[in-house]
């Protein structure tokens, strides 16, 4: 096949259960990005279940209008893997055995001192005219096939198609992905079409409102501007279309440049640098340590300081006080606080945290308390309530009332509890904390 | 319509920024686990981006393929969001305002105290012959649209089509889901073909073995029962199709049975439910409390166990101690024991959990030490080793070693680590915990 061919690709996902909505399609975000780093547009995801006939039928839409074929899933040891089989099928091709496949199988068995089941062996057959894409970490290997004659041949489409098919695991397929199959694709890659994007998030105000801030970016033709709402955060994707990837970044920085100015410290980050890798870095940059005590959050904060590699350098000790006894004994929280305002409280979060700054001995000390759900909220104290005391030397604590929506579950409450903690701390390092 | 038609459905999600795989499709998955409660048969998922010939081509391909499109996506206020527009362009139908929309979004405002943007006014526009689905939770109503004689117009289909629409935002979607749109669809559907599925869970078992022990069982028509891979866990789902779900649960409660019992303690839940919420019962039924002080996994467990609301009942203090100073001064484990054997230790581990565990004055300690990586290993500590420490009154504490396969990122290793820690705990609460 020539090179330089634009390619349009689109993602299949093979399984019942990720049709049946018991595994989410991580894999298609994966390769999505994977595929848009490489320039190549992707046009559509598709879901299909274990069926030969669907899977036929799926494959011929795809090929209609798509010309590179990613496929995850299927690829498996046991009877409903079909990936492979149901793809010879629809082009008529006979199947042989791979040998080279049988024997990383074997390997891949002996070098775990596991016995091979028979049905591993069905994995290193492969349809004639196609090369197995190696699989280093799993049993299965995957496919890289030209089936441009055969697509040519139906009438389905002209020019050049490929199908590279992966297996379902996302470890494994990520490891191809890396190691293997970008490196066939690159040589049949054009050198002129480049998608670049860039998001950046923001924390503290709404999609709608940061659309009224932004309309007239939003409104360009390119890049193009778009708000989406994340987990805890609203995020703009910037995106550019260019020649290289240097020139679309040229139409990127500025527009991402007059974002920031115009949002200010609304913007905590960018391209999916979560909020706890912000805060390492300013926290690393004043070279400042911190101590958390949760109530509310359970060492979610905690847990999420130490998400990032290195986290021993300003993270020493943590404490979930649950109990207004821990509160008491371990932070110093005074039982007449607790009596008279309640766990629940800005005086309970101020005094949580300058007793985890003391008992930690470190620079700041954040805490909070609040109610998280289901049950446990009142009229004056609902449930997605909390506060967060923030402390250091010298000074009076900083207390903030935050209040989440209570429609969110447990877990989207804890989430959001730990962002505004984590924001919080941001904005101390930012010099940017008001006291309110 | 006639009533009782049979309903196949497919699932499209209409957004650019899923497309690009920046948010992940998990409304497919709720939306899938939805309908197979109502007995409908997803057979498709579909991603497309905000591109109005790309979206009227894929309903153009569900509407010949399946009579229930159910969308989420493209409802929101700004200009890429397409849905309902391109729709109504694909079906030649005039566009008006629904005033009780237009009320209700306007409601929305005053209630939050927020000015209104005049574009959110446009989310209250609709085909002249489809119905708003309100949205309590957000600005965007959803649709249920009766398509059927356009589709039968254009020769795409005969009998009924329907088309659900919801926003993108999962909390909003999945509001609407429950408090409305399962209303309008379970008058429509026949009572004659529910698929009701059950999933086990297992810890400390691989697929393959499972798959050996399960292979005749695997082998039968109904209930199906196939395995695939969790998070830190693999699952077994059995899925039965009868007349109700009374039926379907006749045929698949023996088999979740004779699994259970062929695999014993592996087995360490049903339906999703995750470990946390097993330990949660366990702790409870034996009237237990229990402290974690944790390392590697940084407040994770701790995080984990207070997921589950009225978890106050056995949490009273969890320590993160990082520092070896904290592991000292906190929990007393001693000088002599981290220079000997290293803060990474079965004996660390153990003085963690006797340290907590006499601090908190729970009925259980538990601790844990590790290597979350990327960096910290060493060829005789590799990231992926970790120890785990479980002390009760008036006996030696028992300690585990577990190694975590190093090729899974900090995030991984963690949540492996916190699983292994939770199943120790859990053994030991089933009377199952043999030292090693």
Tied chains: 1, 2.
């Excluded at 096939?145 to 697509?151: E, K």
């Excluded at 709608?208 to 955060?233: C, H, I, N, W």
């Excluded at 945290?353 to 049950?375: F, N, S, V, W, Y």
């Excluded at 309530?385 to 579950?409: E, F, H, R």
Aim: proline share 6%.
């Amino acid at each position: 096949m020539p090179p330089n061919t634009p390619f349009q690709a689109e993602i299949i996902a093979v399984g019942t259960e990720v049709l049946m909505g018991e595994i989410i399609n991580s894999n298609a975000s994966y390769l999505s990005q994977a595929l848009a780093e490489l320039g190549v547009n992707v046009y559509y995801h598709t879901v299909v279940g274990d069926n030969p006939n669907r899977i036929k039928a799926v494959f011929e839409t795809a090929m209609r209008r798509a010309n590179l074929i990613v496929v995850t899933g299927g690829l498996g040891p046991t009877d409903d893997d079909l990936t492979v089989a149901t793809l010879a099928e629809l082009f008529e091709t006979p199947m042989v055995a791979d040998p080279a496949s049988e024997e990383r199988i074997r390997q891949f068995f002996i070098a775990r001192g596991m016995p091979m089941s028979s049905t591993n062996l069905k994995q290193a057959m492969r349809p004639v005219d196609a090369e197995p894409l190696p699989n280093r970490t799993g049993t299965a290997p995957g496919l890289f096939w030209d089936v441009s004659t055969h697509v040519a041949k139906r009438g389905w489409n002209t020019g050049p198609c490929y199908i590279l098919a992966f297996p379902g695991v996302p470890r494994e397929m990520k490891t191809m992905w890396t190691e293997v199959a970008m490196a066939k694709l690159k040589p049949l890659l054009p050198e002129s079409a480049v998608l670049v994007s860039r998001s950046l998030q923001f924390f503290g105000i709404g999609e709608s409102m940061l659309g009224e801030k932004l309309r007239d970016l939003m409104a360009q033709a390119s890049p193009t501007v778009s708000p989406y709402v994340g987990q805890a955060e609203v995020r703009i994707r910037i995106a550019a279309k260019a020649p290289s990837e240097a020139e679309a970044l040229t139409l990127i920085e500025p527009v991402a440049g007059e974002i920031q100015s115009r949002l200010g410290t609304y913007c905590f980050g960018s391209n999916e640098e979560p909020m706890e890798a912000v805060v390492a870095q300013l926290l690393r940059a004043k070279q400042k340590t911190v101590s958390v005590a949760e109530s509310c959050t359970g060492g979610l904060i905690s847990s999420r300081l130490t998400d990032i590699s290195g986290s021993s350098e300003y993270v020493l000790l943590n404490m979930v006080t649950y109990s207004n006894q821990a509160k008491e004994t371990q932070l110093g929280v005074s039982s007449e606080t607790l009596a008279s305002f309640g766990a629940v409280s800005g005086q309970v979060a101020a005094e949580m945290a300058m007793g985890i700054r003391e008992k930690a001995q470190t620079d700041i000390g954040l805490g909070i308390t609040g109610i998280a759900g289901p049950t446990g909220g009142t009229d004056s104290k609902p449930v997605g309530l909390a506060y967060i005391g923030l402390a250091v030397a010298d000074q009076c604590p900083i207390v903030k009332k935050v209040l989440v929506n209570a429609q969110y579950d447990r877990h989207q409450i804890k989430h959001w509890f730990s962002q505004y903690a984590l924001n919080t701390l941001r904005l101390y390092l930012l010099d940017s904390l008001d006291p309110d």
